[in-house]
């Protein structure tokens, strides 16, 4: 097992599920089980805040400040504030979160988009490690998160799923995250159709080196990336949807 040092608890809050996990920030894998439970209804801040503090004394961790602790948030996080929300209570916009989990879980955390988070784990020991040039990660869940990654640095808050789809009056999460295979029933072929308006939109306005994909629907990636056609190679997340657990793990030790 590895040193306190060498280990940091992630917790990666989600529109639907809020999951954790203590990961081996050496090899960039978690050595805990990975706990999970639903995002409560509406997402208010302290029904947020009460359901990390669930995970974290699920995992055993909830009084150790030995552990570095880092939490992944869908929403742009600038200086510790949300400041928007697209999946979660409106409550979080423009809203000191950063402080609001320090003050509710007594200890200090350290914060940051979700997608973010999930770029710098899969650069770091990922899909993305030692890519030179532009990787764009994409995050398919019930919204669409995205990471800008050049070089392997990471432009932070890039909100790639608000693109909008002109004369249709929707943004591209609304047509093409993965909620919205499940919420109209589409199969994988119909999903896919949606899905490739939205890559080649995305290539067509920063002309990446590489697309990875992330988010829960990325452990069935065999069922439908195979379906894209992209000049663009697309690969799903090494670390699928634990992405987000270990970024926000590795980000607390910086
Ligand atoms: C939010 C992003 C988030 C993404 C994935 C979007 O609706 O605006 O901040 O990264 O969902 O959770």
Do not use: C
Request: charged share 20%; net charge negative; no cysteine.
């Amino acid at each position: 097992m590895a040193s306190d040092a060498a280990r940091a608890v992630g917790v990666d809050i989600g529109g639907t599920g809020i999951k954790a996990g203590i990961v081996d920030l050496d090899k960039g894998e978690l050595v805990s089980d990975r706990v999970k439970v639903a995002t409560p209804a509406g997402a208010h801040p302290p029904d947020v805040l009460a359901a990390v503090r669930e995970v974290l004394s699920t995992l055993g961790v909830a009084d150790d400040q030995s552990v570095a602790l880092g939490v992944a948030f869908p929403a742009i996080v600038k200086n510790g504030r949300t400041l928007s929300a697209a999946n979660v209570s409106e409550q979080w916009i423009d809203f000191e979160a950063e402080k609001f989990f320090e003050d509710g879980l007594g200890r200090d955390i350290h914060f940051a988009n979700d997608a973010d988070v999930a770029g710098v784990a899969e650069v770091r020991y990922g899909a993305a490690k030692d890519q030179p040039g532009l990787t764009i990660l994409t995050t398919l869940g019930t919204g669409i998160g995205s990471a800008l990654l050049y070089d392997g640095v990471l432009v932070p808050n890039s909100e790639l799923g608000h693109v909008q789809r002109a004369r249709h009056g929707k943004d591209a999460e609304a047509y093409a995250a993965y909620s919205a295979m499940e919420r109209h029933h589409l199969s994988w072929e119909q999903w896919a159709k949606r899905l490739q308006w939205y890559y080649s939109h995305i290539e067509f306005l920063f002309s990446p080196d590489l697309f990875v994909v992330g988010g829960g629907v990325s452990k069935h990636a065999d069922k439908f990336l195979h379906l894209l056609d992209l000049t663009t190679p697309i690969v799903p997340a090494v670390h699928r949807n634990n992405a987000g657990i270990i970024g926000a793990a590795a980000l607390a030790r910086g």
